[in-house]
């Protein structure tokens, strides 16, 4: 199937001209490169354009060169440096005795563990020579850790995190593909295990294992679907109030440079669940390609548009009580930054609060200031509410993890 | 040259401990310039040559050899005794050397040549490494690098046995044939040298 998916998809980028070779002056012969030789995000890249995602640097930054004081929050906020030399952190989770739980992706391949001793932080590698290990929870004990292929599960785990057990698998119904194949998974207040597939490529015709998001139980069964026609969420989280599901998805590339935007989503429990992918973006503006014959009204709306190519990644609702009363029940929203775009966009920490009817009633900027020169000293990925009501912010990019905290002053 | 490897090793071990970045940047590239050559111009078989290369290129290659996910005994070793700051230091001073000719190259073919470009076309490398195949940041300069050097790692993606981060190469050479390899590092080595550099 997926073969016959990236055939169409080069036979499309032929028929449209797009070529990404410099051409050398050679014709080029008869036949065509399969879809594989080119990476998937040029797919649909206009010629001459430059324009790749971000390398990952395989080094930290050091904790003394971290721009913590180039960071910008509303008054009476602070931001320090929670923990540093954390090669490629992505998602964070809490346990319950209070180890912080780190993933990583393409770079680290690790998991970790990170405890607070008297004040410092220690960090253990729990788990590594995985491959693209961006999926992580927490729950009742146990870390699940979730790759494009497969969701394993390391029981008992704060209390071995010198001797992790043997991971047990619960899951192997992910189709793998290393494209938007990375995940973001969390457990439902269904008990349930809810988990994202995304489409295998910037934009093409999916078959019905692509593109959504499913829950399962915690030992596999069960399989459902959640959502449909989403192109790749690596965010979500569930309405303390009334346990509805809300996640981010990343807006298709090479379209514009402003357009389509990211969104944030809200799953009604009544309400239509196909989001749109691959024939309308933003809920409002038919594929030039796969839209035809479409009426983007037909699918579900978002809740927000979130901005162009800003690479809307994990988010939270907040509970706690640290900070003012304003933000209890309003998301966290972390925005990894932009490749797709000439000037660099996003790379902070953004705040929505629900209305009440469904949808968003404003967004505010919260936690910013890391893109400076068009480059980037750091690229938040989740956030996560400690139990004091602290923020954490995990930073791929450098290596990091903020703490953002209310101090009043 | 296994000899001349080997002793880099004690040489790279002992320039980390001594923090490679304070020293001047010819001396801190002296251990390199033992196998890969004066100026990062490699003498020896199946040794690249680090000229011009791109010190986001040369750091994650030393990260994957330190992590023991790039297999080569002796790199490996060197990789392993060094610190971040090492890393830092080491890809800074590749990342600063001039792109220069090669050591004495094969005698250029133009049928080869002629082959190699159709596959390079054919195959899009242009895409990913440059126009002129000069690469830049994590993606490798390929224009002017050893011929054989070229051969032996397009064979490594082809057969699965180096992989970078994911397998973009391995997929990249996925249309070609073990046998087109030789002229793909033939035109490849010649480029911008001893055959004028397409231009983007």
Redesign the interface.
């Known amino acids: 199937m997926l073969t016959t998916l990236r055939r169409a998809s080069w036979l499309r980028a032929a028929t449209l001209g797009i070529g990404l070779a410099g051409g050398a002056g050679l014709a080029l012969a008869a036949d065509p490169p399969k879809e594989e030789e080119v990476p998937f995000w040029a797919i649909g890249m206009p010629k001459g354009n430059t324009l790749a995602p971000v390398p990952s640097f395989p080094i930290p930054t050091p904790v003394d060169k971290l721009p913590v004081g180039k960071l910008k929050l509303p008054p009476g906020f602070k931001v320090e440096v929670w923990a540093g030399n954390i090669l490629d952190a992505r998602g964070l989770r809490l346990g319950d005795q209070g180890t912080v739980f780190v993933s990583s992706l393409f770079v680290a391949g690790k998991i970790y563990a990170v405890t607070d001793k008297g004040g410092k932080r220690e960090v253990k590698t729990i788990a590594e020579k995985l491959f693209l290990p961006n999926g992580i929870e927490y729950y009742k004990g146990a870390l699940y850790v979730a790759t494009p292929k497969e969701i394993t599960r390391y029981d008992n785990i704060e209390a071995n995190l010198d001797h992790p057990p043997a991971p047990v698998l619960i899951y192997d119904k992910l189709t793998g593909e290393v494209p938007h194949g990375w995940k973001y998974i969390r457990v439902g207040p269904d008990g349930k295990l809810y988990v994202p597939v995304g489409a295998p490529c910037n934009i093409c015709a999916i078959d019905d294992r692509h593109a959504q998001i499913r829950r399962i139980n915690l030992d596999g069964t069960g399989e459902e679907m959640v959502a449909l026609g989403v192109r790749n969420s690596v965010g979500f989280d569930f309405d303390p109030k009334t346990g509805d599901l809300w996640f981010t998805n990343n807006g298709r590339d090479w379209l514009s440079e402003d357009f389509p935007n990211d969104t944030l989503n809200h799953v009604s429990k009544s309400g239509n669940k196909h989001f749109g992918y691959p024939f309308c973006h933003q809920g409002n503006f038919a594929d030039p390609e796969y839209g035809w014959g479409k009426n983007c009204a037909d699918y579900a709306q978002p809740a927000q548009l979130m901005g162009a190519h800003v690479a809307t990644l994990g988010m939270r609702f907040y509970t706690g009580t640290m900070f003012p009363a304003k933000y209890r029940g309003a998301m966290f929203i972390a925005r990894h930054g932009s490749w797709n775009k000439s000037q660099k966009v996003g790379a902070d920490v953004v705040v929505a609060w629900p209305d009440d009817k469904g949808g968003v009633a404003k967004v505010e900027p919260f936690l910013s200031g890391f893109i400076e020169n068009n480059e980037y000293l750091g690229r938040p990925v989740d956030v996560m509410q400690m139990k004091d009501g602290s923020l954490l912010i995990s930073d791929d990019h450098a290596g990091a993890i903020y703490r953002v905290s209310y101090t009043g002053s | 040259m296994t000899w001349s490897r080997g002793a880099t090793v004690a040489a790279a071990a002992l320039l980390a401990a001594a923090g490679a970045h304070a020293q001047p940047a010819t001396d801190r590239f002296a251990p390199c310039a033992s196998c890969h050559g004066e100026g990062g111009v490699s003498p020896n078989f199946e040794t690249p040559s680090l000229a011009g290369q791109h010190s986001?290129y040369a750091?994650?290659q030393l990260?994957?050899f330190r992590a023991g996910r790039r297999a080569d005994e002796q790199m490996t070793k060197e990789a392993k005794a060094m610190s971040?700051d090492d890393?830092?230091a080491f890809s800074d001073i590749i990342g600063q050397l001039p792109p220069a000719a090669p050591f004495r190259p094969d005698p250029v073919d133009p049928a080869r040549m002629t082959r190699g470009?159709?596959l390079?076309?054919?195959?899009?490398?242009?895409?990913?490494h440059?126009?002129?195949y000069s690469g830049e940041?994590?993606v490798p300069r390929l224009a002017g690098q050893r011929e054989d050097y070229l051969g032996k790692a397009l064979a490594e993606f082809k057969t699965g046995t180096r992989i970078g981060?994911?397998?973009?190469m391995n997929?990249?050479?996925?249309?070609l044939a073990p046998s087109e390899l030789p002229d793909l590092a033939h035109y490849l080595a010649h480029l911008g040298v001893v055959a004028p550099a397409?231009?983007?």
């Not at chain 2, 390079?120 to 990913?128: G, L, N, P, Q, V």
Request: proline share 3%.
């Open positions: 986001f750091i994650t990260f994957l971040d890393l830092r470009a159709a390079a076309a054919k195959h899009r490398c242009a895409s990913c440059g126009g002129d940041k994590q981060y994911t397998q973009a997929e990249a050479l996925a249309g397409p231009t983007r």
